[in-house]
T-cell receptor, first 114, second 111 residues
Framework: EAEVAQSPRYKITEKSQAVAFWCDPI?????LYWYRQILGQGPELLVQ????????DSQLPKDRFSAERLKGVDSTLKIQPAELGDSAMYLC????????????FGEGSRLTVL | DAKTTQPNSMESNEEEPVHLPCNHS???????IHWYRQLPSQGPEYVIH???SNVNNRMASLAIAEDRKSSTLILHRATLRDAAVYYC????????????FGTGTRLTVIP
């Protein structure tokens, strides 16, 4: 069964360092999402792509976070510089399209900022 | 986006049915009701969704109140593997129509 691949699975970094997460969605899925999940809370949407275009990045802290999906396939989420409050699970999801189509989530990348 | 209200936690005995409630009194006429669940140390997974009529699939059933202000996710026979956080989410039909998760209901299944 096709899955959303994410790496790294775990990342420990010091504050002020740069961090990057990678996501490979299910083949053929045009819509890609990045969510952040702080321990004990539900996932919070950071950015949504439709193919290579950003559809919604209203909740992305653009002073330090950036996301790209250059060829409309895989995607990278970057944080620079990392802050202590960025410690969280970063989840990538994909879907065939928008509308009511289900989202398929990866296992996530757990970030710890020291 | 319209909000949902769910109990923080619920318990169920293994092999018994579970009814997970969700209130969404400000739902609009075009919002769909989606349910996702998140098993420990995993990303969320889709469970079911509906608009007005009750829905069934291999995982669960979704019962939607006639006025659509509430809904209930029904697991017909709870197993230990069903222990998870269950999220009830309203999803619009226009614009980005993203999924906005709340804090969900943590279901504990007792052997």
């Amino acid at each position: 069964e096709a899955e959303v691949a994410q790496s790294p699975r775990y990342k420990i970094t010091e504050k002020s360092q740069a961090v990057a997460f990678w996501c490979d969605p299910i083949s053929g899925h045009a819509t890609l999402y990045w969510y952040r999940q702080i321990l004990g809370q539900g996932p919070e949407l950071l950015v949504q792509f439709q193919d290579e275009s950003v559809v919604d990045d209203s909740q992305l802290p653009k002073d330090r976070f950036s996301a790209e999906r250059l060829k409309g396939v895989d995607s990278t989420l970057k944080i620079q510089p990392a802050e202590l409050g960025d410690s969280a699970m970063y989840l990538c999801a994909s879907s065939l399209g928008r509308g009511q189509r289900e989202l398929f989530f990866g296992e996530g990348s757990r970030l710890t900022v020291l | 986006d319209a909000k949902t209200t769910q109990p923080n936690s619920m318990e169920s005995n293994e092999e018994e049915p579970v009814h997970l409630p969700c209130n969404h009194s400000t739902i609009s006429g075009t919002d769909y009701i989606h349910w996702y669940r998140q098993l420990p140390s995993q990303g969320p997974e889709y469970v079911i969704h509906g608009l007005t009529s009750n829905v069934n699939n291999r995982m669960a059933s979704l019962a939607i109140a006639e006025d659509r202000k509430s809904s209930t996710l029904i697991l017909h026979r709870a197993t230990l593997r069903d222990a998870a956080v269950y999220y009830c989410i309203l999803r619009g039909q226009t614009g980005a129509n993203n999924l906005f998760f709340g804090t969900g209901t943590r279901l504990t299944v007792i052997p």
